[in-house]
């Protein structure tokens, strides 16, 4: 019937039929929705949001930025809208705790889907996704077998040989924190000295930067996040600078390799909380959780959720048990101990 209508009559129907949707849907969204700030990207998390809305009719606002959401927060304090903050690396959940702007919260579902260690022992934050700080090791110049452990990064074997981006960066305080809560400060001071001795160049750049000189022949190891590695793998430019590498889950035969998380935490003021809470289940069930690791290369958090055949293909690995909030406390000397050591400079 429609066919018979002038094409204008058509748009006209079309037009109409969609404003009255709207307007039918519009109570419905209004008190159906949830408000996130999040330091992760687009590109990660609204394919996720979008299966979220889908299952639930509840809708996700979205604040994506790269930095000042935690000032955000203390700014808009009880009136903020938002209700969840997503954030990357224990430095970044830690700030918003001591910032104040975060809620705890006990709750079952979440405590079964994620591991203690992964998750604040009073609820303020609880990891989404894990990623190894794995070590890079040029597969033309070092032997299988020549580097295994965090520790031997010093090793005056590697002098000239070693790249880093800066030593303040949250992966690399994170790590270094790790150390200092496994050996003590006296240790991790002279390790780190070391290192900086070993390094072929000022540190800079990114991660993949530094696998990007391991292939251009200027060093032969560095450290980097796992989930990188994936990245390199699967991007036209980058596959020849990851193709020059081995990932090197170090640490095997002691501790385990550090690993550090991306999380959330709900917000003091969360005027949704209900929805809230259900976005923070969805997000830790098999679904999302397999969606992360599809999209990003990360670890599912979520014990018995298998990664992406790309991540698996990497093999598996034991990852360091210590919990993520007592490595969190040795951050502040982390950061004072590269200052001390002068690693950027
Ligand atoms: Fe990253």
Redesign the pocket.
């Known amino acids: 019937m429609l066919s018979k209508l002038s094409a204008g009559k058509q748009r006209f129907l079309a037009g109409l039929s969609l404003s009255v949707s709207a307007i039918v849907s519009a109570p419905v969204f209004a008190s159906n929705e949830v408000n996130v700030y999040s330091y992760r990207q687009p590109f990660l998390i609204q394919p996720i949001f979008n299966a979220f809305t889908r299952d639930t009719g509840i809708k996700v606002n979205v604040v994506f930025a790269k930095k000042g959401l935690t000032e955000r927060l203390v700014r808009e304090g009880r009136n903020s809208p938002a209700d969840l903050v997503f954030t990357?690396d224990i430095g970044s959940l830690e700030e918003v705790v001591s910032a104040n702007v975060v809620q705890s919260l006990n709750d079952p579902i979440l405590e079964k889907n994620i591991p203690a260690q992964y998750r604040s022992p009073t609820g303020q934050w609880f990891g989404l996704t894990t990623r190894a700080r794995a070590i890079f090791a040029s597969k033309d110049r070092v032997k299988s077998g020549d580097i295994t452990n965090y520790e031997d990064l010093a090793d005056p074997k590697w002098k000239g040989k070693v790249c880093s981006r800066s030593g303040k960066h949250p992966y690399n305080l994170a790590l270094i924190a790790s150390m200092i809560a496994e050996h003590g400060d006296a240790y991790t001071e002279q390790w780190l000295t070391a290192v900086k001795t070993n390094l072929a160049r000022k540190p800079q750049g990114n991660?993949r930067e530094q696998v990007k000189a391991i292939k251009d022949g200027l060093c032969d190891v560095s450290l980097g996040?796992s989930y990188?590695y994936g990245a390199m793998l699967t991007d036209e430019e980058q596959f020849e600078w990851a193709n020059a590498v081995n990932i090197i889950f170090p640490n095997q035969s002691n501790r385990g390799t550090h690993v550090n998380i991306s999380g959330m935490s709900l917000t003091q003021s969360a005027p949704n909380k209900e929805n809230a809470v259900r976005l923070m289940h969805f997000l830790t069930e098999d679904l999302a959780q397999r969606m992360y690791s599809e999209q990003n290369f990360e670890y599912p958090i979520k014990p018995g959720v298998q990664a992406s055949g790309l991540v698996t293909s990497w093999g598996s690995y034991k990852a360091d048990a210590r919990p993520l909030s007592e490595i969190a406390r040795f951050r502040p000397d982390a950061v004072k101990m590269v200052d001390r050591v002068g690693f950027d400079n």
Do not use: S
Request: glycine share 0%; proline share 0%; hydrophobic share 25%.
């Open positions: 990357v991660d996040n990188y």
